[in-house]
């Protein structure tokens, strides 16, 4: 994914900070996990099946390969690691591309479930 920290090495003029907390520099691993805004989404869905997976992006990408014993269950957390990533880039883009920002914690709650 072409994060503006892959951007910006790449010789682009860019801002570097990122559009959905803009207290941290944007790259795969605050984008994904550590950005105050994706770490609500995860905690809503990791706390209601009471998973505690990793924190580092590659550390995720390990932990998905064998999460859990139960294969419904490891679907589910693979779906659930997709779905997340896809809203958090789609989120991200829209304020890049519109300045506008369609998703909230409350929205989030609701929409999905
Ligand atoms: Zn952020």
């Not at 609500?40 to 590659?58: A, H, K, V």
């Amino acid at each position: 994914m072409l994060t503006r920290d892959r951007l910006i090495g790449w010789g682009l003029s860019v801002p570097s900070n990122c559009v959905l907390c803009a207290g941290h520099d944007e790259n795969r691993q605050h984008l994904f996990f550590d950005c105050s805004f994706s770490n609500q989404i995860w905690m809503f869905f990791t706390s209601r099946m009471q998973l505690t997976p990793p924190q580092g992006f590659d550390e995720v990408l390990r932990w998905l390969k064998d999460p859990s014993r139960d294969k419904n269950v490891i679907l589910i957390i693979r779906l659930i690691h997709q779905a997340v990533l896809y809203l958090v880039w789609k989120e991200r883009n829209k304020r890049i591309h519109t300045a506008e920002s369609s998703l909230q914690s409350k929205k989030i709650s609701f929409s999905l479930f």
